[in-house]
T-cell receptor, first 114, second 114 residues
């Protein structure tokens, strides 16, 4: 079974600063997908960014980018120019080839302060 | 709006009772997933249906069951409810054939067992 580990239960960052959230995973698969989901206080699960394992290029979505290290099985999320609205729980998730269920980490609670 | 609709949003019921949670996936999505989010267990995959057929099972209790109907909506049935079943239940849908692997989440049903 695949395991996803987020070693930072809580983090804090000041507005406009940069923060990096860590995620490691364990799998014997070669093809898979990795995701970061954001869960604000509203509890809605919102996809932040997606990475296909066969792509070497790190995914980027506006202020959000990832550092994907396949050999190290590491998938960190960098949030640049942090905004108050980024305050949320962030979940790292693993998916076997497309169509399978997501396997989530325990989450990192991020607080952005003024 | 993710396009995935879950009803009801909130549900309060007594121990020993049975409830049904409903999910309408995004238009065209054939896969439906159910997840349970609780404070102690985090986000756990329960069960997946694909085009009416059960595809995968996760940590779903025997007291819980699900089905997907010909119109692709899905229902999660929880019976003999216990206090520990209190949680946020998410439904997600995806279209693996689209090749994106992205799962879209509903807003969840907050179940409180008293």
């Amino acid at each position: 079974a695949q395991t996803v580990t987020q070693s930072q239960p809580e983090m804090s960052v000041q507005e406009a600063e940069t923060v990096t959230l860590s995620c490691t995973y364990d799998t014997s698969e070669n093809n898979y997908y990795l995701f970061w989901y954001k869960q604000p206080p509203s509890r809605q699960m919102i996809l932040v960014i997606r990475q296909e394992a066969y792509k070497q290029q790190n995914a980027t979505e506006n202020r959000f980018s990832v550092n994907f290290q396949k050999a190290a099985k590491s998938f960190s999320l960098k949030i640049s120019d942090s905004q108050l609205g980024d305050t949320a729980m962030y979940f790292c998730a693993f998916m076997r080839p497309s169509g399978y269920a997501l396997n989530f980490g325990k989450g990192t609670s991020l607080l952005v302060t003024p | 709006d993710s396009g995935v609709t879950q009803t009801p949003k909130h549900l309060i019921t007594a121990t020993g009772q049975r409830v049904t949670l409903r999910c309408s996936p995004r238009s065209g999505d054939l896969s439906v997933y159910w997840y349970q989010q609780s404070l102690d267990q985090g986000l756990q995959f329960l069960i997946q249906y694909y085009n009416g057929e059960e595809r995968a099972k996760g940590n779903i209790l025997e007291r819980f069951s699900a089905q997907q109907f010909p119109d692709l909506h899905s229902e999660l049935n929880l019976s003999s409810l216990e206090l520990g079943d209190s949680a946020l239940y998410f439904c997600a849908s995806s279209s693996p054939s689209a090749g994106t692997a992205e799962a879209f989440f509903g807003q969840g049903t907050r179940l409180t067992v008293v």
